[in-house]
């Protein structure tokens, strides 16, 4: 009986050791507080999930990666990379006694839903996928010369609509005509259709600066994190509807934007959060895609020919299809029945 009981603690020590031990248990990288934020040293979490570590010559770059993805930080800049693919951060990659820190806000909203993204929807699950053309009406949007924005975000709805109902979704389009509907309308328009995805389509301009071309696709910007456009301020920073899908509105940024750089001869202007009204009121993930410049010659060319809309359709097509096999569980496989 004794021995029976020694015999019973052995093995529960046993269990706990190996339960230690486990991939789950494995210890998470420290954290650094700097100017009241949170930070990780890159090292450590580097070293925790299996990555390896190069410092440029320099010392203004750090690169990890491994078999399957490379990162990209650049000292004091909220610019990265994630598989050569830009990703705006909310607040820079600092350097502390030697150790490059990213803000924890940063690795949880912008880094893992990119590397680790969860397979929690059923086969099927993205199907219905609502497609918004900016501005219309009275809003006519960026302007040059007799092109105006309005008109080339609905030529280029109606191609990517085309195409995803050629892919097999199911698709439509907050406005089929020159016509005007509020920024608020938009969003509610596919809660009401039931979308599994809202894509609104803009074309981008800078006023005075002709050189800047490229595209670039926002999300909406998670709680407690700053906007790409807010210089480090966290503005507006309550929780707001669109919040509800941060992982997911992450990876379909990116697997967008990956998908328009790896397809198309553009600059990557990279992946960015914005609290615009369509993001923030989105009760489904959600994207805005800046397809290019019509302030830069090059950009405002390809904007107004439809072979090149057409390439981008194709892109944004493989894009979300791309983000649907990432989310999606895999559809069970069903056995053949035997007879007896």
């Known amino acids: 009986m004794k021995a029976a009981v020694i015999l019973s603690l052995l093995l529960a020590s046993a269990s706990?050791?190996?339960?230690?031990?486990?991939?789950?248990?494995?210890?998470?990288?420290?954290?650094?507080?700097?100017?009241?934020?949170?930070?990780?040293?890159?090292?450590?979490?580097?070293?925790?999930?299996?990555?390896?570590?190069?410092?440029?010559?320099?010392?203004?770059?750090?690169?990890?990666?491994?078999?399957?993805?490379?990162?990209?930080?650049?000292?004091?800049?909220?610019?990265?990379?994630?598989?050569?693919?830009?990703?705006?951060?909310?607040?820079?990659?600092l350097v502390r006694d030697g150790a490059g820190c990213i803000a924890q806000v940063d690795l949880e909203t912008a880094v893992a839903p990119v590397l680790y993204p969860s397979k929690n929807l059923r086969p099927g699950a993205v199907k219905n996928i609502v497609i918004d053309p900016g501005h219309g009406g009275k809003d006519p949007g960026n302007q040059l010369?007799?092109?105006?924005?309005?008109?080339?975000?609905?030529?280029?709805?109606?191609?990517?609509?085309?195409?995803?109902?050629?892919?097999?979704?199911?698709?439509?389009?907050?406005?089929?005509?020159?016509?005007?509907?509020?920024?608020?309308?938009?969003?509610?328009?596919?809660?009401?259709?039931?979308?599994?995805?809202?894509i609104s389509l803009h074309w981008n301009e800078l006023p005075g600066n002709s050189s800047v071309s490229g595209a670039q696709t926002f999300c909406m910007t998670p709680v407690g994190a700053s906007s790409s456009n807010a210089g480090g301020e966290v503005i507006g920073a309550s929780r707001k509807v669109g919040n509800r899908n941060d992982e997911k509105n992450m990876l379909l940024a990116y697997e967008l934007q990956h998908s328009l750089i790896q397809h198309l001869n553009v600059e990557d202007r990279g992946v960015r959060r914005a609290r615009f009204e369509v993001l923030r009121d989105a009760e489904m993930p959600a994207v805005l895609i800046e397809g290019g410049f019509m302030s830069n010659p090059s950009d405002a060319r390809r904007i107004y020919d439809a072979n090149f809309r057409t390439q981008m359709a194709q892109a944004i097509v493989a894009g979300v299809i791309a983000y649907k096999d990432k989310v999606e569980q895999p559809q069970p496989v069903k056995r053949p029945q035997t007879s007896h």
């Open 16 to 93: 706990a050791q190996a339960a230690a031990m486990s991939p789950s248990a494995k210890p998470r990288a420290t954290h650094v507080e700097i100017s009241g934020r949170n930070y990780a040293r890159l090292n450590e979490w580097a070293r925790v999930n299996n990555f390896s570590v190069q410092w440029s010559k320099a010392g203004d770059e750090i690169q990890l990666s491994n078999h399957l993805t490379r990162l990209l930080f650049r000292k004091d800049s909220r610019e990265a990379q994630v598989n050569g693919i830009g990703v705006c951060l909310s607040y820079p990659m």
């Open 145 to 198: 010369g007799s092109h105006q924005e309005k008109k080339y975000t609905l030529l280029l709805a109606e191609e990517v609509a085309r195409q995803l109902s050629r892919a097999g979704f199911k698709t439509s389009l907050t406005r089929t005509t020159d016509t005007f509907i509020d920024l608020p309308v938009r969003p509610d328009i596919a809660r009401r259709r039931g979308a599994d995805l809202f």
